[in-house]
Structure formats: structure tokens, C-alpha cells
């Protein structure tokens, strides 16, 4: 089981309401990513982090904005939460070398995130 | 365009007979696949890894196969067990960027009945 964590995990909230999901781990890892995912649906990569005070954005544009201040903490907070937000967020992590056979991701357990 | 499909969609198996997913990619330069296991409200977990060089992978009941000339996958699961409703994600990394890039398939739903 991977030492990575995602609280809460499940969150209804209004329109307009500021969130922030939180998500943590304590493998070391340098790079981190969060994950948008809808039922059926593959993961989009919405945010990514190669390490404290770098981020950047994913391939799937969204209204969500990350941080890094520490290595093992990686919130990702939305300003205005609306219902097209609503989906399942999902927090991961990898070692910071590439390795030749490339770097296993874990992941959290996931926020599932309604908004009404 | 770097893509991943899998197959079938939705499987419905009973316990304790064999079943065998399906995956192709375009995924180029490919650096290695994953397949991994999703269970319902909780985070990807990974089965096993095959790099270029490996045509065939086993963990337990999970036999994973590769034919990176065809760009073509498959995940076995013998002996089915009621734990092994999930989804089974194919997962494919790039081996051009820095980041490690994962492309991921839709995975295949698949439930076990008694």
C-alpha cells in the first residue's frame, strides 16, 4: 500500500464555495501530480510538480490551482467551485530519477468531489 | 497522437474462470506499460511493468503479455476471484520527456460473480 494520502475524500459543496483538496505523502518523492478522472473516463493530468516550488499545468485545462512549499504536501484549491468541477480528483507521486524501465506512480485514494 | 485503447469495455465473468483484457497503443517513443488495478472509489495500483525488451510478465494470477512490434497488450487473470471486480487500467509511459508522461486507457470494468 502506498504512503500517499487525499483528504477528504468525498465532498459535497455549493456553487461559489473556495475548496481545497488536500494531499500528501511520505515516500520522499520529489515529483507529484493530480489526476481528474469521470466515471468511465481515463485520468487527465490537470496539474503536475517536479519538486518544492515548481509547478505546473497538465494536459487537460482546469480552473484549479496547485502549490509546493514542502516536498510531501501538494494541495490543489479551486477559487469557485461549480458543477462542472464536479468529478473524482486523484493525488500521485514518483521518485525524481528517471529510471530506464521508467518511474512507478502512486496514488492516493482519491477526493470525490459534487458540487450542487 | 500518443493514445491508449483498451478492450472490451465491460466484462461480466463468474468466479473461477479466466478472462483476458486487451490493449493497444500509439504511445511513441515507448518506454514501458502498466497495467493496473482500480477498485471502486480508490486510486490506481500497479500490477505489473513490461519494458520494451519484455514480451511477458506475471504477478499471482496476472499474466500481462506485450508485442511492442504490434503495439499490443494483454492482461490474463486466471482463476477469477469475487476481489477481482475492478477496473483494469493499461497504462503506457513516453520515453521522451522528463516527466515520465503516462497515457491512460479507459479502462475495462470488470465484475466477478459468484
Redesign the interface.
Known amino acids: 500500500e502506498?504512503d500517499?494520502y487525499q483528504t477528504p475524500?468525498y465532498l459535497v459543496i455549493g456553487t461559489g464555495k473556495k475548496i481545497t483538496l488536500e494531499c500528501s505523502q511520505t515516500m520522499g518523492h520529489d515529483?507529484m501530480y493530480w489526476y481528474q478522472q469521470d466515471p468511465?473516463?481515463?485520468?487527465h493530468?490537470i496539474h503536475?510538480s517536479?519538486g518544492v516550488n515548481s509547478t505546473e499545468k497538465g494536459d487537460l485545462s482546469s480552473e484549479s490551482t496547485v502549490s509546493r512549499i514542502r516536498t510531501e504536501h501538494f494541495p490543489l484549491t479551486l477559487e469557485s467551485a461549480r458543477p462542472s468541477h464536479t468529478s473524482q480528483y486523484?493525488c500521485?507521486s514518483?521518485e525524481a530519477l528517471?529510471l530506464?524501465?521508467?518511474?512507478?506512480?502512486y496514488?492516493?485514494?482519491?477526493t470525490?468531489l459534487t458540487v450542487t | 497522437k500518443n493514445q491508449?485503447e483498451q478492450s472490451p469495455?465491460s466484462l461480466i465473468i463468474l468466479e473461477g474462470k479466466n478472462c483476458t483484457l486487451q490493449c493497444n497503443y500509439t504511445v511513441s517513443p515507448f518506454?514501458?506499460l502498466?497495467w493496473y488495478k482500480q477498485d471502486t472509489?480508490?486510486?490506481?495500483?500497479?500490477l505489473t511493468?513490461m519494458?520494451f525488451s519484455e514480451n511477458t510478465k506475471s504477478n499471482g494470477r496476472y499474466t500481462a503479455t506485450l508485442d511492442a512490434d504490434t503495439k499490443q497488450s494483454s492482461l490474463h487473470i486466471t482463476a477469477s476471484q469475487l476481489s477481482d471486480s475492478a477496473s483494469y487500467?493499461c497504462v503506457v509511459?513516453d520515453r521522451g520527456s522528463?516527466?515520465?508522461?503516462?497515457y491512460?486507457?479507459?479502462?475495462t470494468?470488470l465484475t466477478v460473480w459468484p
Not at chain 1, 496514488?107 to 482519491?110: E, K, W
Open positions: 502506498a500517499i475524500r515529483k468511465g473516463m481515463e485520468l493530468l503536475y517536479y486523484l500521485a514518483s528517471q530506464a524501465g521508467g518511474n512507478e506512480q496514488f492516493g485514494p482519491g470525490r | 491508449v469495455q518506454s514501458n502498466r472509489g480508490r486510486g490506481p495500483v500497479s511493468i519494458t487500467i509511459s522528463t516527466l515520465g508522461r503516462l491512460f486507457g479507459r479502462g470494468q
